[in-house]
């Protein structure tokens, strides 16, 4: 799963601009301009960068992380690519509510007999992570979530689920629906796991 990354820094927020530059995705909207947000950890209904499909472009806007519950107080942050396409709650998505969420890094927490153990994973290379996202509108307001698949390699002995994490070239590919769930429940990414120190604090959420 994912339940907390990192709040992207103003120089990062430049690096996307440029990355989708150089991939030929012009962005029509454009909501970072001032983006003056402090470094440090985007939580369950938090507002974050998402980019979505606008047009003859890409919108980079704010959104707030989790879907609200119909029936409780809860929210739900991450969607199993698996079992996407059959859950009411996000197989409608899979037409026009495709996004991706931008990170510096995220945070896993391995189950100890006693204790969580908090890790950041980053990418090996040192580059952006870009996870598969779906969104959806209520009223006024824009919510995502971050889509999961099956964890391998150094992932797999922290934690037995990973967001799916697309290159740069398959960005396009997934905001436009041309890469399915089953295409992304076989993706390989190579991350970097490493224990962090701080404290882990409890957060209300429902994983599907």
């Given at each position: 799963m994912c339940g907390r990354y990192t709040v992207l820094t103003e120089d990062e927020i430049i690096e996307i601009r440029e990355i989708l530059k150089d991939l030929s995705m012009r962005i029509v909207y454009d909501d970072f301009d001032n983006y003056d947000r402090q470094p440090g950890e985007v939580f369950p209904t938090n507002f974050a960068p998402i980019i979505t499909k606008k047009d003859d472009g890409v919108a980079f806007e704010s959104a707030k992380w989790g879907f609200k519950k119909w029936n409780s107080t809860g929210v739900i942050i991450n969607a199993r690519c698996e079992t996407m396409n059959k859950k009411r709650t996000f197989s409608h998505l899979l037409k026009t509510g495709y996004c991706v969420v931008p990170a510096g890094e995220f945070f896993e927490w391995e189950r100890l007999p006693e204790v969580k153990k908090k890790y950041y994973a980053r990418d090996k290379s040192g580059n952006l992570l870009f996870?598969?996202?779906?969104?959806?509108?209520?009223?006024?307001?824009?919510?995502?979530?971050?889509?999961?698949k099956q964890a391998t390699g150094e992932m797999?002995?922290?934690?037995?689920?990973?967001?799916?994490?697309?290159?740069?070239?398959?960005?396009?590919?997934?905001?436009?629906?041309?890469?399915?769930?089953?295409?992304?429940?076989?993706?390989?990414?190579?991350?970097?796991?490493?224990?962090?120190?701080?404290?882990?604090?409890?957060?209300?959420?429902?994983?599907?």
């Open positions: 996870m598969a996202g779906l969104y959806r509108d209520i009223g006024d307001k824009r919510e995502y979530v971050i889509i999961t797999a002995k922290i934690h037995d689920r990973v967001p799916v994490l697309l290159r740069t070239d398959q960005l396009e590919g997934w905001l436009i629906g041309e890469i399915s769930p089953d295409d992304i429940a076989d993706m390989e990414y190579h991350l970097s796991v490493t224990p962090c120190e701080d404290d882990d604090e409890q957060v209300q959420i429902s994983i599907y």
